[in-house]
C-alpha cells in the first residue's frame, strides 16, 4: 500500500501503489499547471463510515510514498477518467479503474 503525505500530516492518506501512481500523473500534472483543486474518497472498510476531502495546491508539501520499487504499467484511460474528474467543479474522485477488454 502506498501513501500519501498531505501538508506534513502524521496521518497519511492509504491507498493501494496501482491508484496512487495513476492519481501522481494527474496530481503533478494539475499542480505544475499551478492549477488548485479539491481531491475527495470514501474511507476504507477499516475506518470510520465517511469520506473525506482536501484542497490541493502547488503551495501545499505533497508527498508520494510506493511500496513497489518499480511503477507499475499506467492505464491511461484510467488517467483520462481521472484527469475529467479533476477539472470538474467537484474536483477529484477516486474513480475505480476501467480495464478496457477484448474487442
Known sequence: MGRLIYDGE??????????????????????RRHEGFTMSWRHPDNQPRGRSTIWLHPS?????????????????????????????????????EVIDGPQ
Not at 502524521?10 to 499542480?31: E, G, M, N, Q, S
Open 10 to 31: 502524521h496521518r497519511p492518506i492509504v491507498l493501494d501503489d496501482r491508484t496512487l501512481a495513476h492519481l501522481k500523473v494527474v496530481v503533478t500534472t494539475k499542480l
Open 60 to 96: 501545499i508539501p505533497l508527498k508520494f510514498i510506493f511500496d513497489a520499487p518499480e511503477p507499475p504499467e499506467l492505464n491511461q484511460r484510467w488517467i483520462q477518467d481521472l484527469m475529467d474528474s479533476a477539472n470538474s467543479s467537484g474536483g477529484i474522485a477516486l474513480v475505480d
